[in-house]
């Protein structure tokens, strides 16, 4: 079993930055990518950005390239989601996804999910 639990979400201005976090517990040796995700109400969940466990690659969604960056402790076992200018569409339930096997952005084998943590932006 792999645990994640995601921290950093809350409210701010358009413009503005959050720094999301998520904490990998348990069986993590299984974990060879990880993700982040967002859900805005009456729509589907879709794919921010991902990290590769061990190379470090990148990649996100061209929706929030530029402005969003993420990254990754391995000590501590941590992932971040620096999320920068934030706009009132970046607005969703972000979720921190980890994957046994992915290709960009899609996740081909998930391991686990974090419970969620709410991003507001506004104008």
């Known amino acids: 079993q792999v645990q994640l639990v995601e921290s950093g979400g809350g409210s701010v201005q358009a413009g503005g930055s959050l720094r999301l976090s998520c904490a990998a517990s348990g069986y993590i040796y299984r974990i060879t990518c990880m993700g982040w995700f967002r859900q805005a109400p009456g729509k589907e969940r879709e794919a921010v950005a991902t990290i590769y466990s061990n190379s470090g690659t990148t990649f996100y969604a061209d929706s929030v390239k530029g402005r969003f960056s993420i990254s990754q402790n391995n000590a501590k076992n941590m992932v971040y989601l620096q999320m920068d200018s934030l706009k009132p569409e970046d607005t969703a339930a972000y979720y921190c996804?980890?994957?046994?096997?992915?290709?960009?952005?899609?996740?081909?084998?998930?391991?686990?999910w974090g419970q969620g943590t709410q991003v507001t932006v506004s104008s």
């Open positions: 996804a980890a994957g046994e096997a992915c290709a960009g952005l899609i996740f081909y084998d998930y391991i686990s």
